[in-house]
């Protein structure tokens, strides 16, 4: 597809509650056409794979295009460089979610690593957002070898030391890495759950949004996850 088609492709999916839903976040220097998540997933699978068309797409001030534009790149040639460009843009928090999270090509690229580790230590606040969920996606992949136990002990002792301190969405980032972690093996999970407890509710808040913050002790302690760890 051109550029061209995914913009008719978007404009035929427009959804004006949405749009008045982004009108009300406020989101400055980006226009969106409303449509959900969900639909520009689908829409990011109908459009397909494609680097080239994904570096076009970003350079639009449209969000739905970016999304789709994040979601259709390729892993294995994003470039460092691309990364710390395109993170500039990523202040809205469910932006950063989107290309950060939930097995987005960023998150499987060769470099999500070095990323993880650097951003999540940066003085910048969205990069550490960005840094932590990323952390979050490398704790599901278990045929890395070199993502061992000790790699993620430390984390864990991080995130109890001040996730409380932390800024917003920094806070939400950390949950999502923690429940990650406690998730991975019999052993994370214990020292995952014994910060939980510690660290106690951790509140979040994500405007006008209906989501809530994650009570990750208590999932942590749910039948499910024990038996899948059993």
């Known amino acids: 597809m051109t550029p061209n088609q995914v913009f008719s492709l978007l404009k035929q999916n ?12 406020g989101v400055k220097k980006l226009e969106s056409y409303g449509i959900g998540l969900t639909q520009l997933r689908k829409l990011a699978k109908q459009v397909g794979r494609n680097h080239e068309l994904a570096q076009e797409l970003w350079k639009s001030d449209v969000y739905d295009a970016k999304v789709v ?18 993170v500039k843009e990523l202040s809205f928090w469910m932006f950063s979610h989107i290309v950060c999270s939930c097995e987005s090509p ?9 990323l993880a580790e650097t951003w999540s230590g940066a003085k ?27 790699f993620f002990d ?3 002792e991080l995130i109890a030391d001040t996730i409380q301190r932390e800024e917003n969405f920094v806070k939400d980032a950390m949950n999502v890495a923690l429940l990650a972690i ?34 990750v002790a208590w999932h942590l302690s749910s039948d499910r996850v024990r038996a899948k760890l059993a």
């Open 14 to 25: 427009r959804n004006e509650r949405g749009i008045a839903h982004w009108e009300r976040l």
């Open 69 to 86: 534009g994040a979601l259709i790149d390729d892993p294995a040639r994003i470039t460092k460089r691309q990364a710390e460009s395109q």
């Open 106 to 114: 960023l998150s499987r690229s060769p470099i999500a690593r070095e």
């Open 124 to 150: 910048d606040p969205v990069r550490r957002r960005c840094g932590y969920l990323l952390l979050g996606e490398l704790a599901k992949d278990k045929q890395d070898t070199d993502l061992t136990d000790a």
């Open 154 to 156: 430390g984390y864990v």
């Open 182 to 215: 406690g998730q991975r093996n019999a052993k994370l999970h214990k020292k995952a759950l014994a910060a939980a407890k510690a660290i106690g509710r951790v509140e979040v808040n994500y405007g006008s949004s209906a989501c809530e913050s994650i009570d």
